[in-house]
């Protein structure tokens, strides 16, 4: 399994921005799909957003659609999650997930890898 390591997490107000971060390890990084999800307080882990192996194919929940944006570097084995127009209700711990194909994970029981998270905090 490929060893996954976020970066990027903080504090920010309403309407800011932060990239996140996730690092993976090993040479086969373009043979993952990857994820992001996020965890508030006291709800369940949910879909963010997913990137094909060759970072072509993009698809993100409704909630974040046209202000979240993932992109992939497979050169640097890196996935990054760019976060705009940031609101309260996009306080959560994200993790960065990965399964191996094409596979899509948009479910917590279907990635194969997770890294321990970062927290984003989005202040009102």
């Known amino acids: 399994q490929v060893q996954l390591v976020e970066s990027g997490g903080g504090l920010v107000q309403t309407g800011g921005s932060l990239r996140l971060s996730c690092l993976a390890s090993?040479?086969?990084?373009?043979?993952?799909?990857m994820a992001w999800f996020r965890q508030a307080p006291g709800k369940e882990r949910e879909f963010v957003t997913a990137?094909?192996?060759?970072?072509?194919?993009?698809y993100y929940a409704d909630s974040v659609k046209g202000r979240f944006t993932i992109y992939r570097d497979n050169a640097k084995n890196t996935v990054y999650l760019e976060m705009n127009s940031l609101k309260p209700e996009d306080t959560a711990v994200y993790y960065c997930?990965?399964?191996?194909?094409?596979?899509?994970?948009?479910?917590?029981?279907?990635?194969?890898?997770w890294g321990q998270g970062t927290k984003v905090t989005v202040s009102s």
């Open positions: 997930a990965a399964r191996r194909s094409d596979y899509v994970p948009t479910t917590p029981v279907t990635v194969e890898s």
């Open positions: 090993g040479r086969t990084f373009n043979t993952y799909t």
């Open positions: 990137i094909g192996r060759s970072g072509g194919f993009t």
